[in-house]
């Protein structure tokens, strides 16, 4: 064998650089292709139906968790078509009568074909058409390892939700701690291993399919803490982050899977977990916050704080995160969209959340003398929504007496507004508590539950001098001394 060597001249390395160039820049167009939405199309038809129409739902807004929801008609044939746009891989619901199938679908997905009987979906699923790899692996998948189980259990706290499986929790509350994690590292093993002897699957679906193992596997490992909370230490916590090697199947800062909803349930879990082994006295919802900045990077970081921002004032009425970081977030945050979407719910200055009206609600005093809130116009009010039978209402009124009574002197008006069924039972109540403010009874409860939204109680508000409301900077009332003279001083 002879060799060969070439000298390197000027006219090579110049074709060598153009080369490269050329490959670079085919290579980035590659990627833009790829990354970017793509219309995929859709054709079914359908066995044993009552509705005249087929409803494709996609997870559209991650940060809201909104779902669009594209119908198509049902011929005379039992047919349907749609087209949809298709930004990244994802599981596409069908839904015909409240009965669901599940489908892959990803920007390099063209023609999806299908049939089935509407009384089993996915037993009687049949694919049709090429690339049909994909979706048979996944019907066979998810009917293995019940993948698509709709109900779900929620442990919640601070504005954040982890969900899981009944089955799920209910082994963690059952089992002992051995023998929970012996059976999810071998429900992982099998996952995994049902995964690696398929073949024919595309790289977008295999990695897809691998990572969704991987997120509900560290999101089970913590859940089993998460459920039986009050059975362990600060120290266990700790403990057993090492010896159960939480998180270490994954990469929680991966900018690229942020818009997955099983990894952000695991990001969820993982805050949860973190506020467990770190208890701290500030607000919980405050300590998220700090947890976050702390301990994510990326995308993950800025799209969870956006997240406990808008989960707390959309699911708990409670806006202090985001008059208290929104500002410096949007200042700080690299990604303008979550910027967009932080405006379309609290305005590019809060201004969504001042220039909001107090309802007038009519209340019945001790007197019985018929009361409106609009006639305190001109006063700072703090209204407190409270029933008998609510002991956190009833301690929250012991705890902050002296201050009411010093920010009462002040000029604040505190109208405390009962809720119970019977006003014989509010009357009977307050002949034994002294409840420091105007005491009334709510003539209207549903007027007022659904103008406020109220769906636990205590419930509070406080309305401003021009009948808007407003916000505190705590909802520790005793710590908000200086929002009440400011507001006093308008």
């Known amino acids: 064998m ?154 919640e706290m601070g504005g954040l939700s982890t969900q899981v499986s009944p089955k799920i929790k209910q082994m963690a509350v059952s089992y002992s701690m051995y023998d929970y994690f012996k059976i999810i590292d071998q429900n992982r093993n099998n996952q995994l291993q049902y995964l690696q002897n398929s073949s024919s699957l595309s790289i977008d679906f295999y990695r897809f399919i691998e990572n969704e193992i991987n997120w509900k596997y560290e999101t089970h490992k913590i859940a089993y803490f998460l459920f039986n909370k009050d059975r362990f230490s600060i120290s266990d916590f700790k403990k057993y982050w090492v010896r159960y090697a939480l998180l270490q199947t994954v990469n929680i800062n991966d900018d690229k ?18 506020h467990l082994q770190t208890p701290v006295k500030t607000k919980i919802s405050d300590s998220f916050y700090t947890f976050i900045e702390v301990n994510l990077r990326g995308k993950p970081r800025y799209f969870m704080l956006a997240k406990l921002m808008v989960s707390n004032f959309q699911n708990a009425g409670n806006p202090t995160l985001a008059i208290q970081h929104l500002k410096a977030f949007k200042r700080e945050n690299p990604y303008p969209e979550y910027n967009t979407i932080l405006n379309q719910i609290f305005g590019k200055d809060l201004e969504f959340l001042t220039n909001k009206n107090a309802p007038n609600i009519k209340v019945l005093d001790l007197s019985e003398q018929e009361l409106w809130l609009n006639q305190y116009a001109g006063k700072v009010v703090y209204v407190s929504f409270w029933a008998s039978w609510c002991a956190p209402c009833l301690q929250g009124f012991q705890h902050t007496k002296n201050f009411r009574k010093e920010m009462e002197k002040n000029g604040v008006v505190f109208l405390n507004i009962n809720i119970d069924d019977k006003e014989q039972v509010w009357r009977k109540t307050l002949a034994h508590r002294e409840i420091v403010g105007k005491n ?51």
């Open 2 to 155: 002879i060799l060969i060597k070439k000298i390197p001249t000027k006219n090579t390395d110049k074709m060598k650089f153009l080369f490269s160039l050329f490959l670079s820049l085919f290579l980035i167009l590659i990627f833009s292709i790829s990354s970017s939405a793509s219309e995929v199309s859709f054709w079914g038809k359908i066995k044993n139906h009552n509705s005249d129409a087929v409803d494709f739902i996609l997870h559209n807004n991650y940060l809201l968790q909104e779902d669009n929801i594209y119908r198509a008609k049902i011929n005379e044939q039992n047919e349907f078509s749609v087209m949809l746009s298709i930004d990244r891989p994802q599981i596409v619901q069908i839904k015909v009568d409240e009965k669901i199938l599940y489908l892959f679908a990803s920007p390099k997905t063209n023609r999806i074909e299908f049939e089935y009987d509407n009384n089993a979906p996915s037993a009687t699923l049949t694919l049709k058409g090429k690339n049909v790899f994909n979706n048979s692996f996944y019907n066979s998948f998810s009917r293995s390892f019940d993948w698509n189980n709709e109900k779900k259990e929620t442990y």
């Open 440 to 490: 009334v009874y709510a003539l209207d409860v549903k007027q007022a539950k659904e103008e406020l939204k109220i769906t636990s109680l205590p419930y509070y508000f406080l309305v401003n001098k021009y009948g808007k409301i407003v916000y505190l900077s705590s909802n520790k009332l005793t710590e908000c001394r200086e929002d009440f003279l400011q507001l006093l001083n308008e």
């Open 257 to 274: 899977v942020i818009a997955f909803p099983d990894f952000q349930n695991m990001l969820s879990a993982f805050i949860h977990f973190l």
